[in-house]
């Protein structure tokens, strides 16, 4: 018996109880203009009790799955998904993204071209086609907890060198792919050699991981890009089970211990360092406010949008 050729890209989805954002991801990506290029699809879904697994065995046979019992997280389920891909390259995503025309052929020709592209990344666009400003940027620094992408003072003053810098916001308009610090998990391409060399994704770390693997690349020696004219529409948020206000809360804890481990590795901040009691403090104190936020804020349409939907978004354990 023939051997089946290798696909180009094997898409790799991380699913957790969103089966109507998952079936419209795998439809964008079958239905997208490939260009005579081959994929093929494996959705790792972390143990949802939506009719997820179900559904994906009754309207996509097709699709390869793998099947935890519990929520393991995007960096395990995405480990998982690469052990058992075939593709030249990774194709890892959200399982609320759409894709969006000839997205992958113009990322797949680019990394073809450019063999010490150990990693590119498309255009996010909010559903209305605006842009998300998380793409490709430069790595997080503390100035950063002022001047991130959703902040005030960001809104408020969206030219502020501090923003314009982190965000690479002035070339995401532009045509031709150009070089960053890190990519989105939404949507990131890898070739499967800087991938390994690179540590895989990192276990241990909830947020944060995506800078950490790319700082590993690019200390490999390899490149990482951001294609302007590479678009996909991600719905950020939506997917992955219901957002409650327990799950919010959990995301605001796992982010800013990412980010306090991330400082202190990436500013490489002795142990003994008392900067690290700083760096500590106004990261607590930041985070017990926005704990507070998510515990006493309402959102009526948000609230309507979850309403049935099993909890998920995040180990809890």
Excluded at 14 to 40: F, K, P
Excluded at 198 to 227: N, T
Excluded at 241 to 256: E, L, Q
Aim: charged letters at 20%; aromatic letters at 10%.
């Amino acid at each position: 018996m023939a051997l089946s050729p290798q696909p180009d890209v094997s898409c790799i989805i991380i699913s957790l109880n969103s089966r109507h954002y998952l079936a419209d991801c795998i439809r964008s990506i079958e239905e997208s203009v490939w260009r005579g290029y081959t994929h093929e699809i494996i959705v790792v879904d972390n143990g949802s009790t939506d009719g997820t697994l179900e559904q994906l065995a009754r309207e996509f046979p097709h699709v390869r799955v793998v099947a935890n019992t519990s929520n393991l997280g995007y960096c395990k389920a995405g480990n998982q998904g690469a052990e058992v891909s075939a593709g030249r390259y990774y194709l890892l995503l959200n399982d609320d993204i759409l894709i969006v025309d000839d997205a992958l052929p113009k990322i797949i020709e680019f990394m073809d071209a450019n063999p010490k592209a150990g990693m590119i990344g498309s255009r996010l666009l909010n559903i209305d086609g605006t842009d998300q400003f998380s793409s490709g940027r430069s790595f997080t620094t503390p100035m950063n907890a002022l001047f991130s992408r959703k902040s005030m003072f960001t809104r408020l003053f969206p030219n502020a060198v501090w923003a314009r810098n982190y965000l690479m916001s002035d070339r995401i308009t532009g045509t031709e792919p150009y070089e960053v610090d890190w990519l989105s998990a939404a949507a990131m391409m890898a070739r499967p050699e800087a991938f390994r060399e690179s540590g895989e994704l990192v276990e241990d770390y909830y947020y944060f991981h995506e800078q950490i693997i790319c700082k590993r690349m690019l200390a490999c020696g390899w490149k990482i890009y951001l294609h302007p004219q590479s678009k996909i529409l991600h719905y950020e948020g939506a997917g992955s089970g219901a957002r409650t206000a327990r799950v919010r809360r959990a995301h605001v804890k796992k982010f800013h211990i990412a980010a306090y481990k991330w400082y202190c590795m990436h500013l490489e901040i002795s142990r003994w360092n008392p900067v690290r009691l700083l760096i500590g403090a106004l990261l607590g104190g930041r985070a017990t406010l926005l704990m507070i936020h998510e515990t006493v804020r309402t959102d009526p349409r948000a609230n309507e949008a979850q309403a049935g939907r099993p909890e998920g978004g995040i180990p809890l354990g």
